[in-house]
């Protein structure tokens, strides 16, 4: 039996493609491992959608990606866990899998290494009012200045692909002002698709400022996971890798293959049940 969900696949999700940037990570640290990845790109953006819209909408993708069969759930959309973590545990409850979700790994590495305190985090509209950063870097036991910003068009347009013309530079500057005004020296990316402009960040706030992102702590807390259920799979050679989106199937394969930097591979357009 444990053989036999050693060898499922670890399912990854987010809204759209952003959720690359983990999948990267993962990739990476656990290369024998298969991963089957939804993007609920009919859907996007979630960071500006309502709870209403987007709890049901967060149940039913997860439902959809549990039932194809997997040993473990990666959230990997901050706007996900911030409106709907609650919703994914359960359906992730249901199914016997465990769930890893990025906004605390990210509260725990921007506490440890921000040597002023001054914090800032840079999110959707829905991760923002949704408050996870918020109590999760209260919970690290440190006072911490924190500077929120909500940025509504940044995911949509780094999901709409570039290249990046001068109003894209300036929107990126205008969320970059309040966190210079605040003199943060550690910025969390609370959005998975932000890894992909790092190098206008870092530019616009400096080199001093530290960006924190999710993938690399999520992917070693996945290994731990596995290891904690003896569910590393037996394969020694590099696992697979399959896509599902409710969108447009080319749109997905285009940019996806340009944000992962390898080929994609098998892209699978699927329906959500009601
Ligand atoms: N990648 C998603 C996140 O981490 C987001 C964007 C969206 O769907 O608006 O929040």
Redesign the pocket.
Known sequence: MSAQRASLPIAVF???I??LTVLHELLVSLPAESYLYLGDTAG?????KSLDWLRPRIGRSTRFLLDRGSKLLVVA????TSAGGDVVREVAQEHGVEVLT?VDPEAEIAAAISESGRVGVL??P??VQGGAYRRALDAQGRELQVTEVAAPDL??IIQNGFPFDQRVMDTVRSYCAPLQRADVDTLILG???YPLVAPMLQRMLGRDVRLVTAGHAVAAAAQRALETRGLETENDTEGEYRFLCTGRVDAFRELGTRFLQMPLGEVEQVELRP
């Open positions: 987010d809204s759209g952003g959720g996007f953006p979630y960071g500006t959309c901050n706007s996900a990025v999110a959707t829905t991760t995911a949509p959005c998975t698709h």
